[in-house]
């Protein structure tokens, strides 16, 4: 831990106090972020509350659904949004994307149960799933990667979320799905027998980075490439590896 006073502290200061304004979703995304005694914590919580510490930054958590993120940035409420990821071709025009700001990533693979078809990803070609039925929740980052990549597989979206998703392969609805591996905590967190039943198959698709993003104007950039600058000092010390630990995160 570095005190105010320390020089490496004061090197990392580099702008005028400020209040950064953060969208999160107000919803339990563990381990990322959640209310605990009615207070914000989490990976991604202590990670931005420890870089703009260090900027002398305050910060004000703004909660939000998640269908009216992008909005907020439109009509000013936040600066920035927690904990979005990005697809291959995801060009969000009020969005930045800085990748200096990566705070975590997410594997997206193919999930299986036990007796489902034996199939081979070895040679990462993955157009072979068309052969099967295959399950995805809507909208999702595993939804909008694996779409781009490979069109041809055609998708299931009748999932309404991750343990829908997640129950239907194991009760053979599915022959494989895909998702990421936060999607498979979420479910087994609801429903702990999924462990037992399905697995995850290697190799995995894609890592997926999720961001802290920022808005694309003038200040937001600006605001993104302080963070990015202090951010990538901080993923190099001590306290930034406890808090992986912590968190189990990668």
């Known amino acids: 831990m570095f005190s105010l006073m320390s020089p490496w502290f004061e090197a990392e200061a580099l702008s005028a106090p400020t209040k950064l304004r953060v969208a999160i979703e107000d919803t339990d995304n563990r381990p990322y972020s959640y209310r605990q005694d009615d207070k ?8 931005i509350e420890a870089v703009t510490k260090r900027l002398h930054w305050e910060v004000e958590w703004v909660p939000i659904t998640w269908s009216k993120s992008y909005n907020t940035l439109f009509i000013d409420k936040a600066d920035a949004i927690n904990f979005l990821m990005r697809t291959p071709v995801r060009n969000e025009p009020n969005v930045f994307f800085n990748p200096d700001n990566i705070i975590s990533y997410f594997e997206i693979a193919v999930y299986a149960r036990n007796d489902s078809p034996k199939i081979s990803l070895a040679r990462k070609n993955f157009s072979h799933l068309a052969n099967y039925h295959i399950g995805v929740v809507p909208g999702s980052i595993a939804d909008r990667w694996f779409n781009i990549v490979y069109p041809e597989v055609v998708l299931n979206r009748s999932p309404q979320d991750s343990l829908q998703l997640f129950q239907m392969l194991d009760t053979k609805r599915f022959d494989f799905v895909i998702a990421n591996e936060y999607s498979f905590d979420v479910a087994t ?54 808090l992986k630990v912590k968190y189990n995160v990668r």
Do not use: C, M
């Open 40 to 47: 914000w914590i989490g990976f991604h919580i202590e990670v």
């Open 189 to 242: 967190s609801v429903n702990p027998k999924l462990k037992d039943s399905i697995k995850k198959l290697k190799p995995q698709l894609t890592e997926a980075p999720a961001y802290i993003a920022f808005q694309n104007t003038e200040h937001g950039r600006k605001l993104a490439e302080e963070f990015g600058n202090v951010f990538k000092t901080f993923r190099g010390n001590k306290e930034f590896k406890a």
